[in-house]
């Protein structure tokens, strides 16, 4: 029998139709051509996290039962998925559950495929997206938090009773704004929330592509906003690269840009570092903070393929500062060390 090496072989193996979501920086669904480039190692993986791939695989037989595997996977230092831990687990895989994962587990099976080490569990905020992700895309219904959700963030009851909404039933909303009012809604009632459900609201965001005018109200909290909860307006608007540029300066200039904000920008506005002048202005602000912080956080973002040659080219960069020069230099001593 031919030897089993991706997940996409396993799964068709087993008759499975199967979807894929990158569970790294940003919850999002992964194109099956995307996957198939990653998986057979022809192109980095996207978005890794302290050298992990993180995916959720959903996938169900001709009984419409679904399934769902988090996974996480190490990548070499090109970012690619490292072959032998992928193989490994594959093999644990159909060790513990034969060619057919739908089939019903055992509490032995069940504890085996809870406790293996390539398993990860997302944050509840993560876990929310990506649960409505999943719905939309097959063709399900919201989940029950859904109404309540809606019919508050579209004013039909008093800011305080926020307590009554389910982050669910946010998420829900948000993955739907392109349907209906709902893009409307959120800009529209946005300034007559809750502090709470502003920020929930947030949290999901900066998973979704949204519109300029929904961009736009974010960046007005972001700018009158108290220092600790500017984070979250900023990590809002992650998929509007341009308004991030914009913030990130506004927020240099302001001297905001702090340990907190420097890891926000780090885990979901990065694409905004494509941009060398904003790249510079991050850089030079992470030097203003203890070494082995700079080192970690450098650490990160040079493994994003998106933005690894810029950062590199900065490593070089003559008309850097003696702060950021000398931050380079300690990072190279433990390098080397």
Same mark, same amino acid.
């Given at each position: 029998?031919? !030897?089993?090496?991706?997940?996409?072989?396993?799964?068709?193996?087993?008759?499975?139709?199967?979807?894929?979501?990158?569970?790294?920086?940003?919850?999002?669904?992964?194109?099956?051509?995307?996957?198939? !480039?990653?998986?057979?190692?022809?192109?980095?993986?996207? #978005?890794?996290?302290?050298?992990?791939?993180?995916?959720?695989?959903?996938?169900?037989? +001709?009984?419409?039962?679904?399934?769902?595997?988090?996974? /996480?996977?190490?990548?070499?230092?090109?970012?690619?998925?490292?072959?032998?831990?992928?193989?490994?687990? $594959?093999?644990? $895989?159909?060790?513990?559950?034969?060619?057919?994962?739908?089939?019903?587990?055992?509490? !032995?099976?069940?504890? *085996?495929?809870?406790?293996?080490?390539?398993?990860?569990?997302?944050?509840?905020? /993560?876990?929310?997206?990506?649960?409505?992700?999943?719905?939309? !895309?097959?063709?399900?219904?919201?989940?029950?938090?859904?109404?309540?959700?809606?019919?508050?963030?579209?004013?039909?009851?008093?800011?305080?009773? =926020?307590?009554?909404?389910?982050?669910?039933?946010?998420?829900?909303?948000?993955?739907?704004? *392109?349907?209906?009012?709902?893009?409307?809604?959120?800009?529209?009632?946005?300034?007559? =929330?809750?502090?709470?459900?502003?920020?929930?609201?947030?949290?999901?965001?900066?998973?979704?592509?949204?519109?300029? #005018?929904?961009?736009?109200?974010?960046?007005?909290?972001?700018?009158?906003?108290?220092?600790?909860?500017?984070?979250?307006?900023?990590?809002?608007?992650?998929?509007?690269?341009?308004?991030?540029?914009?913030?990130?300066?506004?927020?240099?200039?302001?001297?905001?840009?702090?340990?907190?904000?420097?890891?926000?920008?780090?885990?979901?506005?990065? #694409?905004?570092?494509?941009?060398?002048?904003?790249?510079?202005?991050?850089?030079?602000?992470?030097?203003?903070?203890?070494?082995?912080?700079?080192?970690?956080?450098?650490?990160?973002?040079?493994?994003?393929?998106?933005?690894?040659? *810029?950062?590199?080219?900065?490593?070089?960069?003559? /008309?850097?500062? +003696?702060?950021?020069?000398?931050?380079?230099?300690?990072?190279? /001593?433990?390098?080397?060390?």
């Amino acid at each position: 029998m031919t !030897q089993i090496t991706t997940l996409s072989d396993f799964l068709k193996t087993a008759n499975t139709q199967f979807q894929v979501y990158d569970m790294g920086r940003r919850v999002q669904h992964i194109d099956m051509m995307a996957f198939h !480039q990653i998986e057979e190692l022809h192109c980095p993986y996207p #978005s890794p996290i302290q050298g992990h791939a993180q995916f959720a695989i959903v996938f169900w037989d +001709a009984s419409q039962q679904h399934y769902i595997w988090f996974i /996480k996977l190490p990548l070499d230092e090109r970012g690619l998925l490292s072959p032998a831990p992928r193989i490994q687990f $594959i093999k644990m $895989i159909v060790e513990a559950l034969g060619r057919d994962p739908t089939q019903p587990l055992t509490e !032995q099976q069940q504890e *085996q495929m809870a406790n293996h080490p390539f398993n990860f569990k997302p944050t509840q905020e /993560k876990l929310a997206v990506f649960n409505a992700l999943v719905r939309k !895309q097959l063709g399900q219904k919201a989940s029950p938090q859904y109404e309540f959700a809606y019919q508050y963030l579209s004013g039909q009851y008093p800011s305080e009773q =926020w307590q009554n909404i389910g982050l669910q039933g946010i998420a829900d909303v948000c993955v739907r704004s *392109q349907q209906l009012d709902h893009q409307d809604i959120l800009a529209k009632g946005f300034d007559n =929330w809750a502090l709470e459900v502003k920020i929930a609201v947030c949290q999901c965001l900066e998973h979704l592509n949204i519109d300029e #005018s929904l961009a736009q109200k974010l960046v007005e909290h972001l700018q009158a906003a108290k220092v600790e909860h500017k984070p979250y307006f900023l990590r809002g608007i992650a998929s509007q690269t341009k308004l991030s540029q914009q913030a990130i300066a506004e927020l240099e200039a302001a001297n905001q840009l702090g340990d907190e904000m420097l890891v926000t920008i780090a885990a979901r506005n990065w #694409s905004a570092l494509k941009d060398e002048q904003t790249l510079t202005i991050y850089l030079e602000a992470l030097a203003k903070q203890p070494q082995h912080f700079f080192n970690q956080i450098f650490a990160d973002i040079v493994a994003i393929p998106l933005i690894r040659t *810029q950062l590199l080219g900065q490593l070089r960069n003559p /008309k850097r500062s +003696a702060e950021l020069a000398a931050a380079i230099g300690g990072l190279f /001593k433990v390098t080397k060390g």
